[in-house]
């Protein structure tokens, strides 16, 4: 079942308004601000072995510890906000997941520094297979797995799948011109 056709099942009313604002506003949409890629990025990353509500509930926890998702303030952290990280409840608090968003930070900083922006690096590799895309991700950053690559670029318009094509919102994807359409 898609997660389009699952919203609407889902009860209680509170669960399904959480899962139907991400998906009706966020979810498959092109995002063109580095540090709101890189904000979608952590979120994916700290869903590996988690329901996506999870991540969803703890969205403005993650905000808060992770300075808004900026990256330059994330690759600056130093040992001491790390362990202020892994002391916080309001997020994940693995410590893969923790090393990997101050590593992929400075990552980004590096290719923001090459291409102009990560939203550029991201343009650059386009068009790719799944496969490619994972390929580089894993060669590129740290706590990228396949699935976690596949949702991170469906959930930002570079793959599709995002919404099936019956869904209400998939029109309102197609008129932000998701990458995938290229």
């Known amino acids: 079942m898609s997660y389009c056709a699952a919203i609407d099942r889902m009860q209680p009313e509170n669960r399904k308004e959480l899962h139907k604002k991400y998906h009706d506003n966020h979810y498959g949409f092109p995002i063109h601000d580095d540090n709101e890629l890189f904000g979608r990025l952590v979120m994916e ?86 496969p490619e895309w994972m390929k580089l991700f894993k060669k590129t950053f740290k706590f990228t797995g396949g699935e976690i690559v596949n949702e991170f670029l469906m959930s930002i318009g570079y793959l599709k799948g995002s919404h099936t094509e019956e869904c209400p919102v998939y029109e309102k994807v197609l008129q932000q011109n998701p990458k995938w359409l290229e």
């Open 45 to 130: 990353i700290n869903q590996a072995g988690l329901s996506w509500e999870t991540i969803l509930k703890k969205e403005e926890g993650f905000r808060k510890a992770y300075d808004n998702f900026n990256i330059q303030k994330v690759g600056a952290y130093t040992e001491e906000d790390r362990e202020k990280l892994l002391n916080d409840p309001g997020i994940i608090r693995n410590k893969l997941k923790v090393n990997a968003a101050i590593e992929n930070a400075k990552t980004i900083i590096e290719l923001q520094k090459e291409f102009g922006s990560f939203e550029n690096w991201l343009e650059h590799h386009h068009p790719k297979t799944l």
